[in-house]
């Protein structure tokens, strides 16, 4: 495997990151991970506009230009022979003397690009079978809309989750409101048939597969509502799934031990999936 460090492409085991990286220090940075299908980067452009407002909102510089950058991404898929799989990217304000206020206006970000292989098979069984997930308070800070690799929370989320023997881990708000996964999007299918889904100003991270599936469900004839949700609610529907570039669209099928629906994976979080992947077809 093949990694891209700060300008050089270095075999993997070998990639490392100077111990005064700001990364490493204060999780002074911000990262994309993006989903990859028969070699086409599903999403690159609405990852790449997030990355460009997260960098904004943290006052960090763009490494190296747009255009350098998707050039590294696709030479590092290249290189690491990806047909089907992901790559990762953080962006940290630099190297600098470990001081909490920013260094020197010409201190570099420090760039990572990484790229890995995923298996479809695992994925496909994960669809069919369908996933289980706990519900947790929320506890982050209220910049969850920056996707910043201060990930403390959701590492102790995603933990808990699996000791629970779960796969995911739902925030809930103090009025008992579904936020979002440790690292998804949550959405249900109500008692009318509508999908919904979290209001993005309210305190969750804008998905970019949640705004891809809004573009797909139309065409499928499905209404899409911006609504917060109860854990009540979620519960009581029909389907619940979550979304990311890594799962794309993954049924859950129970929520803190309780059947959700029939206790199988929905019909319509599987044609869903198929639209979105047709986008990569
Ligand atoms: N996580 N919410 C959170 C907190 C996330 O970390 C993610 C993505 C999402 C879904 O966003 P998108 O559809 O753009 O992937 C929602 C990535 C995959 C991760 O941390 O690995």
Same mark, same amino acid.
């Given at each position: ?11 993997? $085991?070998? $990639? $490392? #990151? ?51 950058? @998707? ?64 519900? @947790? ?31 995911? $881990? ?84 129970? @929520? ?11 019909? #319509?979080?599987?044609? #869903? ?9």
């Amino acid at each position: 495997r093949i990694a891209y460090v700060n300008g050089t492409y270095v075999r993997h $085991a070998e $990639a $490392a #990151i100077h111990v005064e990286d700001r990364g490493y220090q204060f999780a002074d940075g911000v990262y994309e991970v993006c989903e990859v299908r028969h070699r086409f980067i599903i999403d690159l452009n609405r990852h790449l506009d997030r990355l460009g407002r997260s960098l904004h909102e943290l006052a960090i510089g763009w490494p190296m230009s747009r255009a350098a950058l @998707v050039h590294v991404i696709r030479e590092v898929l290249r290189r690491n022979r990806v047909r089907n799989g992901l790559f990762y990217l953080q962006v940290t304000r630099g190297v600098a003397r470990r001081d909490h206020v920013f260094p020197a206006a010409d201190t570099p970000p420090s760039i990572v690009v990484t790229a890995k292989r995923t298996d479809p098979g695992a994925i496909a069984r994960k669809n069919t079978e369908g996933i289980s997930a706990i519900t @947790v308070p929320e506890n982050r800070w209220d910049r969850v809309d920056i996707k910043s690799i201060g990930l403390l929370p959701n590492v102790l989320a995603r933990q808990q989750a699996k000791e629970a023997g779960a796969q995911e $881990a739902i925030f809930v708000d103090a009025d008992g409101m579904v936020k979002e996964g440790a690292a998804t999007n949550v959405w249900i299918v109500d008692r009318e048939g509508t999908l919904r889904t979290r209001p993005a100003e309210s305190g969750i991270l804008r998905g970019i597969t949640r705004t891809t599936l809004m573009d797909v469900a139309g065409p499928l004839g499905l209404t899409v509502e911006e609504s917060a949700f109860s854990v009540e609610e979620m519960l009581a529907a029909r389907e619940v799934f979550i979304t990311a570039a890594t799962s794309i669209c993954f049924p859950v099928i129970s @929520v803190d031990g309780k059947t959700i629906g029939n206790g199988h994976p929905g019909s #319509i979080a599987q044609n #869903i999936r198929e639209a979105f992947f047709d986008i990569a077809e």
